[in-house]
């Protein structure tokens, strides 16, 4: 476990403001995240968390980084993509799905109609497809996150391993560019 | 069914959503009609995404579906891995599953049962608890946590850790691992892995026995408060074994009433679609499951941890149920159903995970080295289940000739929850809200009462949904992308 590198005294000043969210993804890579385990301690001297999982702020306000989890796979995905784009210096695509897709992207195969009325007609006890004004409109297809906004840094996996998610904080911590060296650049 | 769900003219109401639902793992919102007296009258909680999965599994070979299913759900992966390949086994045609590759499931299964508990009791809930319902939204979290009980957060980040580990070593990667296979494992466990988890254990489990004790005692402070807050008579449902024990691994299902009286008890789960019919509804993406002979209206039920304590007759380990006979006593023997009761049940699960993860590993077949089972003929469909940290589920399968997914039908504990958690938080709306200023605090506490639940919204995204309107995706530079409209037939891509 390395340290978070000579953090200079400008840093420990201001800290740093991150916010996360996961789109349409599986939580897998805000998990890898947390594997960070009793080092969320030592980064919480670090950064401030904006909107993320684990605190109460629903919308992501203005923030040096920028993390997205999962695909974009309906308008409120667009919709909070672009405000963290708008908000955050830096936004990062981690893990399979932001990077490509992923496996939520298999279902860019079939058609949706077809699944809707097989998914709620055809199991159960059958019913109509839900469509109340609440629920997001879906598209069609499903997007890696940078065919909708501009994207800083990728890190790939499923999801990308504990310690590259902590290189890529302790690099931007410090102001370096991300480097990831091949073991930590992962593709399962 | 409660009054609150549905109003008939709901553009006469004010509406007041809480979008994002936050410290809950994946999407989902609430939506409240209120008058002008601020009386409620319509409550619920959507959950607003959709994945699809049970659809474009179809056409994968069956063999690939215990890794992928698990993509589900990054935080019960292991559940859907499990529960996949314990339908694999019979559709691969396994014969016995060899003891160690069983016990090497188990121990995978109850280290994910321990880290997913800690994060929900630590990382997600225990801000309500130990800060308050009101307090500082921008401290209300476990870094707040961390500042103020820093010794109690630590010990929570290292029981999910242990749990994590324990992961790590059954299945070679803590989140989406690949150690089970149809017919047993694919990897034993090396004597210095068992080693380096046994000299841990007695640590974890002094630290669960702890953490049970401090939810008591905290409840203890007002408990008509904390055993009320929340409460929904409901039927429960869990998987136990022979002897009506607790088991999260394999078992029959078990069903009781409200007052605790069963009403199925040790059915095969392969008749899941028996017992259990589905509705939809239109505002909402997670189906509405019931017990058929009870219908949808009072045939409801609760899974997870506070179903699970009160379905078995006990737990198989010391600790833990001296805590659930406990429990019990204090309620008179009459089954309890406060929401804010399940973070006592989740903990005591987490203390039966952590005893249970050590006679496993006291168990000498554990390092064994036979790990696949016998093949006879292969068959077509098989229902696997298994109890997840949040309640039953359910794995459905059908494949072709050609070993290739042809049908899969999917109930996530979650889902399994879905009215429980509707009418709790109609019950809180109905007495903490009505009639007052809605303020941010309120308003948490119906999250509050959503997250004792510990809902996974993220697996129960699996199903599709529809588009209502139309929408239109541009790039930065405001070039059109992407199109979708109400009727699909229209839909362009561009
Ligand atoms: S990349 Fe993998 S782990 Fe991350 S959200 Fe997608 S499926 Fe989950």
Redesign the pocket.
Known sequence: MNAIADVDTRSAVRKLRVATTSLG?????HMSFLDIDERIIQLAEHVDFDRCPLTDLKHCGPCDIGII??AVCNAENVHVLREFRRNCKVLVAL???AVTG??PALRNRVDLDDCLTRVYAGRGNGGAVPNDPELPLLLDSVFPINEVVRVDYFVPG??PPEQAIWKLLSDLIVGHMLRLEDKLIRFD | MSSLETVAVPQKYRRISIDPVTRVEGHGKVTILLDDDNQVHQVRLHIVEFRGFEIFIEGRPYWEVPVTVQ?LC?ICPVSHHLAAVKAMDIIAGAKAIPPTAEKLRRLMHYGQILQSHALHFFHLSSPDLLLGFDSDVTKRNIIGVVAEHPELARQGVLLRKFGQEVIRHTSGKR??GTGAIPGGMNKALTISERDEMRCEVDQVIAWARKAVQLTKKLFATNPEFYDRFGMVDSNMMSIVDDEGRLDLYHGGLRVKNAEGRILLDHVDYATYDQVIGEEVKPWTYMKFPYLCSLGPEKGWYKVGPLARVQTADRLSTPFAEEERHEMMQASNGRPVHGALQYHVARLIELLHAAEVIRDLLDDPDITGTDLLADFGPRRREAVGAIEAPRGTLFHHYRVDEEGLVDYCNLIVSTTNNNQAMNEAVRHVARHHLSGRTITEGLLNRIEVAIRAYDPCLSCATHALGQMPLEVELRDPDGALVHKVRKDSDAVSCG
């Open positions: 993804g599986c939580c897998g890579c989890e999962g893990g399979a799905c992923g496996l499923c999801p | 993509r990054g989140i989406h």
